[in-house]
């Protein structure tokens, strides 16, 4: 069973950081490529970043480039979204997400993902 469960999530001051783990388990992890998405109250869902499976990809929200970065830990079967410079219209629940298809790249699109963890809450607030 595909399990993908988020954690690191909190209150942060702007300005501050943050660093959200994605830890999987139930499939192969080096064989497929994960995106994190984040929602906001009364907003619809968005991507955030994707990472391929070799790490050669990394996509990123504009509103996020050169603040976030994404990675991946084999060894841990962990994907990680370090989040620094961290601003109030950050504050969302964060999830990361995997596609049905083995080394499918799904970017962005919310739509290219099929299996969801639960999500963490991320507040970003003085």
């Known amino acids: 069973e595909v399990q993908l469960v988020e954690s690191g999530g909190g209150l942060v001051q702007p300005g501050g950081s943050l660093r959200l783990s994605c830890a999987a388990s139930g499939f192969a992890f080096d064989d497929y490529a994960f995106g994190w998405f984040r929602q906001a109250p009364g907003k619809e869902r968005e991507g955030i970043s994707a990472?391929?499976?070799?790490?050669?990809?990394?996509s990123y929200r504009d509103s996020v480039k050169g603040r976030f970065t994404i990675s991946r830990d084999k060894a841990k079967n962990t994907v990680y979204l370090q989040m620094n410079s961290l601003k109030p219209e950050d504050t969302a629940v964060y999830y990361c997400?995997?596609?049905?298809?083995?080394?499918?790249?799904?970017?962005?699109?919310?739509?290219?993902?099929?299996?969801w963890g639960q999500g963490t809450q991320v507040t970003v607030s003085s």
């Open positions: 990472i391929d499976t070799n790490e050669n990809i990394q």
């Open positions: 997400a995997i596609p049905e298809g083995k080394w499918y790249f799904g970017g962005l699109g919310a739509r290219e993902y099929d299996y």
